[in-house]
């Protein structure tokens, strides 16, 4: 059972835009703390995303967004394509356990 | 170019030890937090630990706390893992990754290609 919580799974046709949900507590996310986020191609090691909720490194494409609120943060993809196909994590850190935490993971099918 | 490649993985019983071993290059090592973050088969991402510039700070998971060091040697680059008394759980694949941003909002930056620990006897 993960701290932060994300669907198993999504899915959209090319071209369409999915969302992928993490809701946290009070004590990571609702502690102020921000959300980063992870694409996993299959087979290969994570890569950064998204950072400090809604900032995007160098090479990603702004097709992918990020927002946090509350609780709660979200990673939008528009425009979707064949390739991004993969799992997403999202990240925070928590003051209860004093240490960095992930989301379940969303594996992403792109139809 | 920018990397990090950890070594050190292999099979282990239950109850041995394991030194794993991330080494850095194509930036300026001594200035990031590193981390160690676990991935079990078919399983998500877990954090494990984490070390300061200096590594006068050390940062662990309960899951390993007591049973894994971690350490650094900025002058040889490289970060450590140190399993002790390792269990079945403990399977995984370990990446090494570097931190950004500020304490507790650290992210990962940069990962490693990972390396395998199988822990059976």
């Known amino acids: 059972q993960s701290v932060l919580t994300q669907p198993p799974s999504v899915s959209g046709a090319p071209g369409q835009r999915v969302t992928i949900s993490c809701t946290g507590s009070?004590?990571?996310?609702?502690?102020?703390?921000?959300v980063h986020w992870y694409q996993q191609l299959p087979g290969t090691a994570p890569k950064l995303l998204m950072y400090?909720?809604?900032s995007r490194p160098s090479g990603v494409p702004d097709r992918f967004s990020g927002s946090k609120s509350d609780t709660s943060a979200s990673l939008a993809i528009t425009g979707l394509q064949a390739e991004d196909e993969a799992d997403y994590y999202c990240q925070s850190y928590d003051n209860s356990l004093s240490g960095w935490v992930f989301g379940g993971g969303t594996k992403l099918t792109v139809l | 170019e920018v990397q990090l490649l950890e070594s050190g993985g292999g099979s282990v019983q239950p109850g041995g030890s394991l030194r794993l071993s991330c080494a850095a290059s194509g930036f300026t090592f001594r200035n990031y937090a590193m981390s160690w973050v676990r991935q079990a088969p078919g399983k998500g991402l877990e954090w494990v630990s984490t070390i300061s510039t200096t590594g006068g700070t050390t940062y662990y998971a309960e899951s390993v706390k007591g049973r894994f060091t971690i350490s650094r040697d900025n002058s040889k680059t490289t970060m450590y893992l140190q399993m002790n008394s390792v269990k079945a759980e403990d399977t995984a694949v370990y990446y090494c990754?570097?931190?950004?941003?500020?304490?507790?909002?650290?992210?990962?930056?940069?990962w490693g290609r990972g390396t395998l620990v199988t822990v059976s006897s």
């Open positions: 990754s570097k931190g950004r941003g500020a304490p507790r909002n650290w992210y990962f930056d940069l």
């Open positions: 400090d909720n809604s």
């Open positions: 009070s004590s990571n996310i609702g502690a102020g703390y921000d």
